[in-house]
């Protein structure tokens, strides 16, 4: 009877263990959520390449966000979340130097690129949505390859006066073209369609309208791209629209949301560029 007792005992000793193992066996083979190994890329989508987080979701700029301080507070918040990660990690093809942050009122960290702050849109629903896009005309996909964006602010001259869209002082918003760092572009009453007639052929007087130097890449989906174009000024590359040349204002310091040139020498010589600015004349 001891006999048997014991190899029952080893038997049932032997099955508990073989369960244990076989359980273990089983929990290891269950498929874990993969990481992604980054937390900002660049992924294809109908749009073109736009940057996303590490899961592929779409991350947006708000062209309110002038001077890089996000204006999407309290509900907004709810349909575009914030986009915030401590210690981004990029993927190789992205440069770390165009990536910052900053505090929002409510205390959040929020990731920028170029100055924009950075977020989500709730609608889209899977990777590679694009469903924000051009959302109340102040809503874009972000991009790395951006020859134009746009913004929304009050005008202030150089003069620290405030103006509307029509260069008569008051307020209100305007929405007008900025490089893809948010500085704004400006045309000049003189010149004609597709002709510089400021800048010297020695460049001297280019540190206080600084031609708009680049080549023509991406630009909302909201603007016909066909209405853009180049000219060569002396050895240089100057971005058209409408056949406007465009030009930076040296005295907004490159600065994101400094429209000062508005104003300069008398409001409409210097005028921002917008959407529907006059084709320039012949």
């Known amino acids: 009877m001891r006999n048997q007792r014991t190899l029952l005992t080893s038997i049932l000793t032997f099955s508990f263990l073989l369960n244990i193992a076989t359980g273990c066996k089983n929990d290891s083979a269950q498929p874990q959520p993969s990481q992604p190994s980054v937390d900002v890329t660049v992924k294809d989508s109908s749009l073109g390449k736009v940057?996303?987080?590490?899961?592929?979701?779409?991350?947006?700029?708000?062209?309110?966000?002038?001077?890089?301080?996000?204006?999407?507070?309290?509900?907004?918040?709810?349909?575009?979340?914030?986009?915030?990660?401590?210690?981004?990690?990029?993927?190789?093809?992205?440069?770390?130097?165009?990536?910052?942050?900053?505090?929002?009122?409510?205390?959040?960290?929020?990731i920028t690129y170029k100055g924009w702050p950075l977020y989500y849109f709730k609608s889209d629903a899977s990777a590679g949505d694009v469903k924000g896009e051009n959302v109340n005309g102040v809503w874009f996909v972000a991009?790395?390859?951006?020859?134009?964006?746009?913004?929304?602010?009050?005008?202030?001259?150089?003069?620290?006066?405030?103006?509307?869209?029509q260069y008569k002082e008051g307020t209100g918003d305007t929405q007008y073209f900025v490089d893809d760092y948010g500085k704004t572009l400006y045309a000049f009453a003189k010149d004609k369609k597709g002709k510089n007639n400021y800048?010297?052929?020695?460049?001297?007087?280019?540190?206080?309208?600084?031609?708009?130097?680049?080549?023509?890449?991406?630009?909302?989906?909201?603007?016909?791209?066909?209405?853009?174009?180049?000219?060569?000024?002396?050895?240089?590359?100057?971005?058209?629209?409408?056949?406007?040349?465009?030009?930076?204002?040296?005295?907004?310091?490159?600065?994101?949301?400094?429209?000062?040139?508005?104003?300069?020498?008398?409001?409409?010589?210097?005028?921002?560029?917008?959407?529907?600015?006059?084709?320039?004349?012949?």
């Open 51 to 110: 940057l996303t987080d590490g899961n592929g979701k779409t991350l947006y700029f708000f062209t309110k966000d002038a001077n890089g301080t996000s204006v999407c507070t309290g509900g907004c918040t709810d349909t575009w979340p914030v986009f915030s990660v401590d210690n981004p990690r990029l993927d190789a093809s992205l440069n770390a130097a165009d990536f910052s942050s900053i505090t929002r009122t409510d205390g959040k960290k929020q």
């Open 143 to 165: 991009k790395t390859s951006y020859s134009i964006m746009l913004s929304n602010t009050q005008l202030v001259g150089n003069d620290g006066k405030q103006y509307t869209s």
């Open 199 to 282: 800048t010297k052929a020695d460049f001297s007087n280019n540190a206080t309208w600084p031609i708009y130097t680049t080549d023509l890449k991406d630009v909302p989906s909201n603007l016909d791209k066909t209405l853009f174009g180049t000219i060569k000024v002396q050895d240089k590359v100057q971005l058209t629209y409408k056949g406007w040349p465009l030009y930076y204002f040296g005295p907004d310091n490159n600065l994101r949301g400094s429209t000062k040139g508005v104003s300069v020498p008398t409001p409409g010589v210097w005028p921002i560029v917008q959407k529907d600015s006059p084709v320039a004349p012949e």
